[in-house]
T-cell receptor
Framework: NAGVMQNPRHLVRRRGQEARLRCSPMKGHSHVYWYRQLPEEGLKFMVY????????ESGMPKERFSAEFPKEGPSILRIQQVVRGDSAAYFC????????????FGSGTRLTVV | KNQVEQSPQSLIILEGKNCTLQCNYTVSPFSNLRWYKQDTGRGPVSLTIMTFSENTKSNGRYTATLDADTKQSSLHITASQLSDSASYIC???????????FGRGTSLIVHP
């Protein structure tokens, strides 16, 4: 059981480029959550997805950010035209569903925009 | 508005000492409360999960308590070790909600 796998671990992008962050949930998990963590701050919810569906994206900025969780393959968080303020650690968590099921987090992707 | 407040924001203790971290929440109706440990540069790792009917849960040197009436939880660390240096995050889920509420965490530093 490989756990939640995120890649890349570190990503450097120039302002204006696109960043694509990948998350493969634990085997058997069909619920994926994305969180952003700024330095010295807590985890902020961005989006909650199930296979092929966005369930809640209330924490996601309206522009430049999008997420998907296709029927096959990992979940993708895409940030277009990155700006310096997008620099943060992005964590993915997965669960088998329901409020009483614990999350399992990945190790995160650290995005640096230069 | 659902909120989770943790205290202290940061804590420094000597190796071998005990400490207690606090978590107060307003999430209602309550479903469960979890404590996570987040090492620097890593993702959070679950320590304990408690539902309404549970008031104590242990995981090795970590003991969590829950008072659902006062909406308070604590995480007690016994005989601290250098490897306990991390951020400890309290996370509360409401009934019927898939989106839990995260506290900002307590940063613990254990000195030799």
């Amino acid at each position: 059981n490989a756990g939640v796998m995120q890649n890349p671990r570190h990503l450097v992008r120039r302002r204006g480029q696109e960043a694509r962050l990948r998350c493969s949930p634990m085997k058997g998990h069909s619920h994926v959550y994305w969180y952003r963590q700024l330095p010295e701050e807590g985890l902020k919810f961005m989006v909650y997805l199930q296979k092929e569906n966005i369930i809640d994206e209330s924490g996601m900025p309206k522009e430049r950010f999008s997420a998907e969780f296709p029927k096959e393959g990992p979940s993708i968080l895409r940030i277009q035209q990155v700006v310096r303020g997008d620099s943060a650690a992005y964590f993915c968590a997965s669960s088998s569903g329901g409020e009483n099921y614990g999350y399992t987090f990945g190790s995160g992707t650290r995005l640096t925009v230069v | 508005k659902n909120q989770v407040e943790q205290s202290p924001q940061s804590l420094i203790i000597l190796e071998g000492k005990n400490c207690t971290l606090q978590c107060n929440y307003t999430v209602s109706p309550f479903s469960n409360l979890r404590w996570y440990k987040q090492d620097t540069g890593r993702g959070p790792v679950s320590l304990t999960i408690m539902t309404f009917s549970e008031n104590t849960k242990s995981n090795g040197r970590y003991t969590a308590t829950l008072d659902a009436d006062t909406k308070q939880s604590s995480l007690h660390i016994t005989a601290s070790q250098l490897s306990d240096s991390a951020s400890y995050i309290c996370v509360v889920s409401g009934q019927g909600s898939y989106i839990p509420t995260f506290g900002r965490g307590t940063s613990l530093i254990v000195h030799p």
